[in-house]
């Protein structure tokens, strides 16, 4: 019998020392996409986040405020619990490892490492930086180093001088190399991977695990002067969070047990990817399937962080935008892979671009259209046109491009295909003209609007874990909806059959107000010289993908050529263009390039010219064709 497919997938937990800000929403949203991409396919999910509260930067932080370092934790989780439903996070548990279960299998697991040999008592005497919790190795400063610069956070160090237990790390270099080389996939981005090689390849000195000089901490067992060191109790939270060494949760823990995906930041790669893995083999157990390290958020030149005081509230921009489109500018604007800056011109543009007009626009279009003329009940289609398959077609294309971004973590990457669909599916919804077709042929109508519907179900369908509630209301408007014990995926896979039931709602995404317009107004009225654009400036023109299907001479003109040109619409338009001088017909027929295809018709050698195609002069003055890197449908539109 095949074993039933389940992914299991993490955030890091988070240090109890302050309430979540934009860069801790970053990696749990990264999370819940990738979980309920998952439930979205019916596959048995469990996602685990929490938080990570012991240790001397919690310790310190608690001091500073004059509390009790567990009345101080204590006062934070609402604010992550508060934030995580707000922004539709749909953990399966919240730990913390303060709480007693995870305490006592830490223990469990300590014990058990003395007993193999694995953790063995000595003296530590090194560099320590608090706000990462982490011991200097001899790689990260120049010998002779007066308290040298933590090479992660740029913060100072402090001497440490202690006995302590040690975790033989050193003995796990080789097989750590092996398990690396045999799971090339093991770290994403693969940049990230070349670097723990290095780092490992380097020399793995015994790793400290115990602190004498703190005591907010899980008790060494029978050494009880002795604390963990936080990230050996806290990297255990990936299995302690699922029933790891805890009465009666053996089963539950091995379903779960290994994790498919643990989404982590780049800043704490090397413990992820090192300390981890052999903690785990100590343990006899097996290792993660993939480690998503995904860039930071910065602001300006700084990663963004309470500590720095740059960080973003992720509350004040619920209020303004709605989590669905915090959540999709997270996804689509910040590469995975890279470092992102923040900015809430981006996540505005974003919004009114993509959501509101892409999106929204076209439900609104096709459902205002449907209710006017008394079309909003569609039955399955029995045929459909050529133009229909085609972006059929398109829809299959997009969910097999979309599922291969999806399974290696790279959302952006995943979220461009749906709009590449969307810009689709507008320039064919664009093309039929249903408008005028309901007064001509009622049928191409009532397939037009099916058409679109089934491409709004595929949408929908792939963009539900980014934007669940939204997806959840453009479904409610075409009559489906979304609910657990189905295979979505697999069904927007198949023949166009549905039927739908359409239902205008409300606008589906409000065009923000231009807050950001307001701020900025003053700087560009200092700096008048820069002739900046606006996004409505922008918007205003239509930048399309056309092929030239014919060209010719135009006899009486030194400068002109006639291009006949598909712009995926129902009729080819005529466009003149002055590159006479340089090229020949035959060089441009069956050439695809951009026109701005809804400037006002001019009269050019008596006939009128329906766009205009765009070059750039090359260095000797001829004009080079502006086109796109790859053949695209005629009619898409350059955003
Ligand atoms: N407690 C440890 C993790 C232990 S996991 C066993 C920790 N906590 S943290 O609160 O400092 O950071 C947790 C995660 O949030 C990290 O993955 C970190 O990269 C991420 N981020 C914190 N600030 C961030 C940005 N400005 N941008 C992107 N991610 C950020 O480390």
Known sequence: MSEKKKFYVTTPIYYATARPHLGTLYSTVLADISARWHKIQNIDTFFLTGTDEYGQKVAQAAEAE??????????????????????????????????????????????ELQRKGDIYKGAYEGWYCTPCETYLTEKDFEKGTKEPACPSCERSTKWVSEECFFFKLSAYQDRLLRFYKDNPDFITPKERAAEVVKFVEGGLQDLSISRTTISWGIPFPDSEHHVTYVWADALNNYITGIGYAQEGRKEEFEKWWPADMQVIGKDIVRFHAIYWPAFLMASGLKLPKQLLVHGWIKMGDHKMSKSRGNAVDPQELLKNYGADAVRYYLARQIAVTQDGQFSIKDLEQRIESDLANDLGNLLNRMATLAEKHDATSLKEQSSWTPGEEALRAAAHATIKDFTQEMERGFYHMAL???????????????????????????????????????????????????????????????????????????????????????????????????????????????????????????????????????????????????LKVDLGEESVRTIFSGIKEWYQPADLIGKQAVFIANLKPRKMMGEESQGMMLCCDDETGKPCLSTVQYPVPNGSLLT
């Open 416 to 562: 461009s295909h749906v709009w590449k669909l969307l810009n689709q599916t507008n320039a064919y919804f664009h093309s039929q003209e249903p408008w005028k077709l309901v007064k001509s042929d009622r049928e191409a109508f009532i397939r037009t609007l099916s058409a679109t519907c089934h491409s709004l179900e595929t949408t929908a369908v792939l963009l539900w874990p980014v934007m669940p509630k939204k997806m959840e209301t453009l479904f409610a408007s075409i009559g489906h909806s979304i609910k657990p014990g189905t295979n979505y995926v697999e069904r927007i896979k198949g023949s166009w059959n549905s039927s739908f039931t359409i239902k205008k709602g409300s606008t589906l995404f409000e065009k923000p107000e231009k807050i950001e317009e307001k701020e900025t107004k003053k700087e560009t009225v200092e700096e008048p010289k820069k002739n900046f654009a606006k996004i409505d400036d922008f918007v205003k023109l239509e930048f399309r993908v056309g092929t030239i299907i014919e060209c010719e001479e135009v006899a009486k003109s030194e400068k002109l050529l006639k």
């Open 66 to 111: 004059n509390k009790d370092p567990k009345d101080f934790v204590d006062g934070f989780i609402d604010a992550y619990k508060d934030l995580w439903k707000k922004y539709e996070i749909d953990y399966s548990h919240f730990i913390r490892t303060t709480d007693d279960a995870h305490l006592q299998a830490v223990q469990y697991w300590l014990v």
